[in-house]
């Protein structure tokens, strides 16, 4: 069964960092397409970043370039979020996705992906 999860979320104040790891299990991450979300109370979901499949091509929304960075650890089937100079506004419940279909791109819209994990929470407060 295909499954992503989450972890790494949790309390941090304005400026410092978080990593957020998403795992996978019964596929390989290295295959699909795998992007991170958030979404705060009252807002609707927003696409962060994402990393093409069998790539190293990233993309990155306009509010986090420069602060945050996506990568993939093959070996260990996961993909990892680095987030540094965190601000309030960074606060919500991060999910990745998986898009299973082969594309030129990675996608920030979250209708384009098919496997979701359960969120981790990012509060980014004094």
């Known amino acids: 069964q295909l499954q992503l999860a989450e972890s790494g979320g949790g309390l941090v104040q304005p400026g410092g960092s978080l990593r957020l790891s998403c795992a996978a299990s019964g596929f390989t991450l290295n295959d699909y397409a795998i992007g991170w979300f958030r979404q705060a109370p009252g807002k609707e979901r927003e696409g962060v970043s994402c990393?093409?499949?069998?790539?190293?091509?990233?993309n990155y929304a306009d509010s986090v370039k420069g602060r945050f960075t996506i990568s993939r650890d093959s070996a260990k089937n996961t993909v990892y979020l680095q987030m540094d100079s965190l601000k309030p506004e960074d606060t919500g419940v991060y999910y990745c996705?998986?898009?299973?279909?082969?594309?030129?791109?990675?996608?920030?819209?979250?209708?384009?992906?098919?496997?979701w994990g359960q969120g981790t929470q990012v509060t980014v407060s004094t």
């Open positions: 996705a998986a898009d299973r279909f082969s594309r030129p791109y990675c996608s920030l819209s979250g209708t384009t992906y098919d496997y």
């Open positions: 990393i093409r499949r069998n790539s190293g091509i990233t």
